[in-house]
């Protein structure tokens, strides 16, 4: 947090970071479309909301998740993260195990890839980034953990159909698959068939909610742009490996 608050507070202030993440908070909720265009990532306060705010939050998120599911990617593979953000997803859960695995990382925005690489380092964490779209899983040349937190209901219906069933073939092959999504039904309206074909292929489907323990920082931003986290809460679908 002191190194994320030593990046983004040199240049910004805490005003226009809030504002930021209202304007971000806002399009999460209501511009869902313009999202995967990059729309959400096209400022230097809402970078810095989307580091500073989502970025923790997703961290904690996930890291409650897979100590609740006792996830473990298979021995000795990376942790594949699918749309990886600032990387907080395949971080949290790679830092939950007693040897924290490679990372890899892709998303469509640079800005995004660049970011990761940074957590990653400052995590002590080993692992690459680079610019792809999820339709191109790369493809495995060990089994592995595939992480796809706060995504799949970014995509157009083409794109995640696609990704769903490269996900379905690599948990067939043994991979292990964790997908996090916001527990709004109205983002994720085909949630129940990715729930129902997890559960189909050994996995489960789980809403959690967990207290929020959030960092000074995080609630301070959290606060100012009026958003209120009691509880850290998701729906996570997970097919453990093979
Ligand atoms: C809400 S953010 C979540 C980021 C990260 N996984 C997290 O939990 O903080 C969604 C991410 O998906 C990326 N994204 C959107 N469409 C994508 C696509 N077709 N392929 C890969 N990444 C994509 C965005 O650039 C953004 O970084």
């Known amino acids: 947090m002191a190194a994320l608050e030593a990046r983004h507070l040199s240049d910004l ?3 226009e970071v809030s504002r930021a993440l209202r304007a971000l908070s806002s399009a999460y909720v209501e511009r869902r479309h313009a999202l995967s265009r990059g729309a ?15 970025g923790p939050l997703h961290f904690l998120t996930v890291a409650h998740v897979v100590r609740a599911l006792d996830a473990h ?9 699918i749309g990886c953000g600032t990387g907080v997803c ?9 040897v924290p695995p490679r990372l890899v990382g892709f998303d469509t925005n640079d800005y995004a ?3 990761a690489r940074w957590t990653w380092t400052q995590l002590g964490l080993t692992g690459s980034a680079r610019k792809g779209d999820a339709t191109a899983l790369p493809p495995p040349t060990q089994r592995r953990a595939l992480v796809a937190g706060w995504v799949l209901n970014e995509l157009s219906e083409e794109t995640r159909a696609w990704t769903w069933a490269s996900l379905q073939r690599s948990a067939e092959a043994g991979d292990a698959v964790l997908i996090v999504e916001p527990i709004s039904r109205t983002v994720s309206p085909w949630w ?3 729930a129902s074909a997890t559960i189909r292929l050994g996995g489960r489907a789980d809403e959690w909610r967990f207290p929020a323990d959030l ?6 931003l959290d606060h100012a742009a009026g ?8 729906r996570t679908c997970y097919i453990p490996p093979k």
Request: net charge negative.
């Open 215 to 220: 960092p000074p920082l995080v609630a301070k």
């Open 40 to 54: 959400a990532l096209d400022g230097r306060g809402k970078r810095a909301a989307f580091a500073m705010f989502y």
């Open 73 to 81: 990617p298979p021995a000795g593979g990376p942790i594949v993260d």
């Open 192 to 194: 129940d068939d990715v």
């Open 227 to 234: 958003l209120s986290h009691r509880e850290l809460t998701a």
């Open 113 to 115: 890839v660049q970011e």
């Open 13 to 15: 202030r805490f005003p």
């Open 90 to 98: 395949s971080a949290a859960w790679a830092l939950e195990q007693p």
